[in-house]
DNA sequence: GCGATCAGCGGCACG
DNA sequence: CGTGCCGTTGATCGC
């Protein structure tokens, strides 16, 4: 039962030295910005991070249920007199928008305060990402369907959002948006979008295919209904490789022989 | 410096009475399920909360580098031989796939093992959601078009995915999306296929208006392009509410006479 | 339970 | 910086 005194001083010592500060006890949270929000007394864990970064959390689900991201300054006071007192921490940050947006954590009491040095340059690998995927298959887009070939982009001009611009056997444009996931209705819209932007930009038939693992039955008829098509996108990731398995297969069938 | 049984005895200990468990440690991080990953050592933060959330937090930014969601099974323990050991704990979980993922935190060492008791039922009052803006707008479409007339089956229950469906001074149906927040592309082809979809279902000649504090100019272009609207929202949040600004000037405005 | 959409989305990469 | 879009998105609401 740390007193608020002390626990400031974690808090302060925390952010002078760099260090991550955790905070657990009981509090209320009000928030104003973006929007405003207030959550009623109740026992939290707050994480303040060096960079800023401010995380209360309730005792179940993933998100914190009020934050401030990096960049943040956090200030820590003892408000209130000895006995009636609370300790307030607050996290302040300026908006791209111009506003400010603040964050108050009002501590009616404290169940425990630490500081810890956490030394970490270590970056995430990830497997199976949408963009590893779409490379794999851009590798070989007959997969896909014979004689589709990559257009690679003209003397520097991105083409930004699409996944993949393609020519099929005809000369066609072919326009393909890759997802690692069920694809919904806004997946849908998004291919039809950029397919639409495609044939108009460059005055000439595109077609669309989408792929993805699944896709949902109101997306199907609606891409149907706007004569695109659908590519059943099947994978698997394990821990230091993602793989098609339509790629997979292709390598037996080429061992075969 | 808690040994690793110590800390498997904390972990299982937390799980066992629903308390929150906290440790702090050097550790390498797996993950295997939608995904793959694999961090390398570092120190990090990792919280077990009761209902099987499972957050590995780095020393910056606000995500957890590697997580479970509620429901997940946790366990603790603690593997190879003394002094070269090290305290496995696992998360694992089913996906609604059908398929399991699973994270595994290896600590080599710890700064820090405790759990705590978190008794926390109270949920968050937000202000300043689309929700709550859309409900405000519908109380009266005046502000976006004079005649502008709400279509509902129930008072103030809204039908589907669409916002706003109202009826303007000619009877033509209007399809109308809010947003809090900048409008881009995404919004206006969100919109166009509401106003596709209304017009095809309901054989009726169908406006659509986008109503955002802001849009993205790409988004405007596009909304001019397909024959859409867009109309400014002005609005506040402040701690026990949420405010158009129009309606206020509105106010402003009866109260003069 | 799945489907569709919002979120104070966060984060990243590109212009 | 803004714009666009992915994310092991998560969380919620409606069917």
């Known amino acids: ?17 760099g260090q991550m500060a955790l905070l657990v006890g009981n509090c209320v949270v009000k928030y ?9 007394e109740g026992d939290r864990l707050l994480v303040v991070k060096s960079d800023g970064t401010f995380l209360v959390h309730q005792s179940r689900k993933m998100n914190a249920i009020n934050y401030q991201g990096p960049g943040a300054a956090v200030t820590a006071a003892v408000e209130g007199g000895v006995g009636t007192g609370e300790l307030v921490v607050t996290a302040r940050r300026k908006l791209p928008n111009g506003a400010t947006e603040k964050i ?31 490379d794999l298959l851009m ?3 007959n997969l896909i369907e014979p004689g589709l070939k990559p ?17 099929d056997f005809r000369g066609r444009l ?3 948006e890759v997802k690692r996931r069920t694809a919904g209705l806004d997946a849908v819209t998004q291919l039809a979008r950029y397919v639409e932007e ?12 989408l792929v993805a693992p ?9 891409l149907e209904r706007q004569g695109l098509e659908f590519f059943k996108l099947d994978y698997e990731v394990s821990n230091p490789s993602a793989k098609i398995k339509g790629l997979e297969k292709k390598q037996k069938m080429l061992g075969e022989f």
């Open 214 to 222: 699944e896709v949902t039955p109101n997306a199907l008829k609606m």
């Open 198 to 209: 495609m044939g108009r930009r460059k005055d000439r038939q595109t077609r669309g295919i």
């Open 1 to 17: 039962m740390p007193s608020f005194e002390e626990a400031r001083q974690v808090v302060e010592n925390a952010l002078a030295t």
């Open 151 to 167: 257009i690679q982009k003209e003397s520097g001009v991105r083409q930004g959002t699409i996944d993949i611009l393609a020519e």
């Open 32 to 40: 104003e910005g973006r929007a405003a929000s207030k959550l009623s």
């Open 174 to 176: 072919v326009v393909i």
């Open 139 to 141: 590798a070989d887009l």
């Open 104 to 134: 108050e954590v009002h501590f009616r009491s404290l169940q425990f305060t630490q500081s810890f040095p956490i030394n970490d340059d270590a970056e995430l690998k990830v497997f199976g990402s949408e963009r590893q995927l779409s």
